[in-house]
């Protein structure tokens, strides 16, 4: 039953892929171009930072999709670990590398408006440092699967460091609360409502879609190629295990 | 129990050792992993630190020197509502620095109680509004400052 429910979800995954791709593709697209326009044009400057709160529009989008893609890794690796399911396997893997992008945009761009305005590129504050061992997290994870060829038990390990290393999310969110830092507190997620000037709201949410809707795209895609080569896997083990056979006979019937 | 259970079982019992082990070790290392100090804590301090320390707080309106023989030493009030500490500094401000703003200055304590400062960082707080919208509110008198 269980093996059943194996074979058949890829093939329905395979199908639902299909049939999203192009969607998420064409809102990626959209709201991408939508968003930078207003980021960049059609926004105003900020009373204190002028010109440079442009940066935020790439840079806390970024910084919310590094924290979501690391929390549906986790998940996917628990679902992966306690059901042995080989899909939620594949989507913990294919997270990874487009989670680890995107924390590397929030530091990059983190970087360069640090400089201007706090006169820092980097400071190591609990903010800053957290994430900087999340973006670890996720090279961690991606080397662990890189180094076990055996994939069903790269997908177990993988998914224990991924479920222990999800405690350093929760850290990332309140680390401006608990600690002094230099980093702001948060400006949208916080209970009196956003501090977030209604003007300045429509590209950073646009920008919050575009992310969203790039990763889908992103996530499927590569979920489709790792299938893709797990079958070619299978055939090749398939083909030379024919083929070694097909050599043996001859041989054992020889010396029979 | 069967296995699909002691799995679960076993991710609770690891992300619970996990989260205890961090929490603990976050705990007492609060004030390492806090960036700065506040001039409250660090009057609270039994003995000045005598290494670099890191002092937040907001720049106190009026408190702005610069030296007259050379424009690039200034000295300054940081303050955090209950207590103050005088600081000096030479080199260039970073762009957001002014009267009000919150600030982390790095330096040591001389034998006054005078922070020396080698690095001053201005602090950002959460709030982003277009300059036009700032003016507005400052010319209603309904500009709140400091929340920071």
Known sequence: MAS?????????????????SPYAVGVAFITLVAGLYYALFNSPADYQQGESVRIMYVHVPAAWM?????????????????????LADVAAKETAPIGAGFTFLALFTGAFWGKPMWGAWWVWDARLTSVLILLFLYLGYMALWQAIPDKIRAARLAAILAIVGFVN????KFSVDWWNSLHQPASILRADGPTIDGSMLTPLFLMIAAYMALFTAMLLQSMRNELVARRVARLDMAADAATSTLVETPSAASQS | MNKKQKRM????????????????????????????????????????????????????????????????????????????????????????????????????????????????????????????????????????????
């Open chain 1, 4 to 20: 059943i429910s194996e074979l058949a979800n890829p093939q329905r995954f395979e199908g639902l892929a299909q049939a999203v």
């Open chain 1, 66 to 86: 590094a924290m979501f893609c690391y929390s549906s890794m986790a998940i996917a690796s628990a679902v992966g670990f306690i059901w042995k399911h080989p």
């Open chain 1, 169 to 172: 999310v929760p850290i990332i």
């Open chain 2, 9 to 148: 079982g076993m991710i609770v019992t690891v992300l619970a050792i996990a989260g205890l082990a961090v929490a603990l070790t976050l705990t007492a290392l609060s004030q390492s992993v806090a960036y700065f100090y506040t001039p409250s804590e660090l009057q609270a301090l039994a003995a000045p630190p005598a290494s670099t320390i890191r002092l937040g707080g907001l720049v106190e309106d009026g408190s702005v020197n610069y030296s007259e023989a050379n424009s690039a030493s200034v000295s300054f009030t940081v303050t955090d509502g209950g207590a103050s500490t005088i600081v000096s500094y030479e080199g260039i401000l970073p762009d957001l620095f002014r009267e009000g703003q919150g600030v982390v200055v790095q330096g040591s304590l001389d034998a006054d109680g005078l922070l020396v400062a080698d690095t001053v960082l201005a602090k950002h707080d959460e709030n982003y509004m277009p300059k036009e919208l700032a003016d507005a509110l400052k010319e209603q008198g309904r500009w709140q400052d400091g929340s920071d």
